[in-house]
């Protein structure tokens, strides 16, 4: 089953609860009363959830501790990631040139440069 994030109407707590996809709008608080889904509190969550594992992600293909992964960011700017988890850097030829130098990135016949 699906955890949805709620809140109670009654005295206002906020949880996560296992519900099924039917019944997922609505759940029974612990003291009693009736709680809604919190919709907006789930989409915090999950964006929070993605940002660190979006840093996480730099720091594995940059090979840098996450705590550098900011300063790197800001290094390689544009630049994205490609659909099977690699990093693409874009507008940064010198750059792009230098990872591959130092094994870091493999160069595809366009020049762009994937960083692991
Ligand atoms: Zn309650």
């Not at 003291?31 to 840093?55: F, M, P, T, V």
């Not at 996480?56 to 290094?75: D, N, T, Y």
């Not at 990631?81 to 016949?109: F, I, P, S, T, W």
Request: proline share 3%; hydrophobic share 25%.
């Amino acid at each position: 089953m699906p955890e949805y994030t709620y809140k109670c109407l009654e005295c206002g707590k906020v949880f996560s609860d296992l519900n099924t996809i039917s019944n997922r709008n609505t759940t029974e608080c612990e003291c009693g009363s009736k709680a809604n889904r919190d919709k907006d509190a789930e989409l915090a969550q999950s964006s929070g959830h993605q940002a660190i594992s979006d840093h996480e992600h730099w720091s594995l293909s940059m090979g840098v501790p996450v705590s550098q992964v900011a300063e790197f960011r800001k290094r390689f700017p544009n630049s994205t990631y490609h659909d099977d988890g690699r990093l693409l850097v874009k507008n940064q030829k010198h750059k792009r040139k230098q990872g591959a130098e130092r094994g870091m990135a493999e160069l595809d016949h366009n020049c762009k440069a994937y960083f692991r």
